[in-house]
């Protein structure tokens, strides 16, 4: 319970989870960019040649820069995830998935693009009880990551 009365849950985690780079990926990466870049301006396409590389440049800063923490809050009105909130009228359904090294919260939430939030849930937090109190306010449904996300955590994003 907060200081006014409500039930809620709240806890910091980090955005993502977060895999260090070997020197290897970094050099996949850069051969795969130098060489779409040269073969775009083989064929004459220049600007798709510098968009390419444009792309690896920011692939690379963005796999450096390390995950932010978090604060993540469910109480009777929706779920807040930094400092956006999804109220449960826009929450489609939960699950709650075990993964090797943590749980993790899915939302589906109503739009278009990147409809499922995960959350990742600390050690600390009380799962079952989570479970319980989402129950009250929406439906639970077995929910997977998206393939898109798979994909990109095979190739260590």
Request: net charge negative.
């Amino acid at each position: 319970m907060d200081e006014n009365g409500k039930v809620s849950a709240t806890w910091q985690s980090l955005e993502y989870e977060y895999k260090e780079k070997k020197v290897d990926w970094y050099w996949a990466l850069g051969i795969i960019v130098v060489s779409g870049s040269v073969a775009a301006f083989i064929f004459g396409n220049h600007l798709f040649g510098i968009f390419i590389l444009l792309a690896g440049a920011c692939i690379v800063l963005y796999t450096r820069k390390p995950p932010d923490m978090v604060l993540y809050t469910v109480n009777e009105k929706g779920v807040r995830i930094g400092h956006y909130f999804y109220p449960y009228q826009s929450i489609k359904a939960f699950w709650i998935g075990e993964h090797e090294h943590h749980n993790e919260l899915i939302i589906h939430v109503d739009r278009a693009i990147l409809p499922h939030i995960n959350i990742l849930i600390p050690a600390n937090v009380d799962v079952a009880g989570l479970r319980e109190f989402l129950l009250k306010y929406m439906k639970e449904e077995e929910l997977h990551e998206p393939g898109l996300h798979r994909l990109l955590d095979r190739l260590g994003f």
